[in-house]
């Protein structure tokens, strides 16, 4: 079955950076997935914030600037690379997948919107203060 473990969160003064990662297993990782990174806060809905399909990365106007989506195939690895991280970027992190064949691009998975993704992680908790 198809499994999702993210690492890589933590406490940091504002300004410092993170990589969260998050591992996947139970499925053949790559092309026909949309990857994505969603967060949220204490009181406040889970969002999107940054899509990978393929090569098309997609991200919320939040991060943009500030955070890298990435992906290794081979090691079936989803990242995020957070810089010039802020006290509004504290929340609990979550990846997140869903299968496709006909979505082509990062924009395409993030207006899915998260009800459509039917595989998460547990969450790993980002601190910014």
């Known amino acids: 079955h198809v499994q999702l473990v993210e690492s890589g969160g933590g406490s940091v003064q504002a300004g410092g950076s993170l990589r969260l990662s998050c591992a996947a297993s139970?499925?053949?990782?790559?092309?026909?997935?949309?990857m994505g990174w969603f967060r949220q806060a204490p009181g406040k809905e889970r969002e999107g914030i940054a899509f990978?399909?393929?090569?098309?990365?997609y991200y919320a106007d939040s991060v943009k600037g500030r955070f890298t989506i990435s992906q290794d195939n081979a090691k079936k690895t989803l990242y995020l690379q957070m810089d010039s991280l802020e006290p509004e970027d504290t929340a609990m992190y979550y990846c997140?997948?869903?299968?496709?064949?006909?979505?082509?691009?990062?924009?395409?998975?993030?207006?899915?919107?998260?009800?459509?993704?039917?595989?998460w992680g547990q969450g790993t908790q980002v601190t910014v203060s």
């Open positions: 997140a997948a869903l299968w496709t064949n006909v979505g082509y691009s990062g924009s395409w998975c993030y207006a899915r919107g998260r009800s459509a993704y039917p595989y």
């Open positions: 139970g499925y053949t990782y790559g092309t026909y997935y949309c």
């Open positions: 990978i399909k393929s090569a098309s990365t």
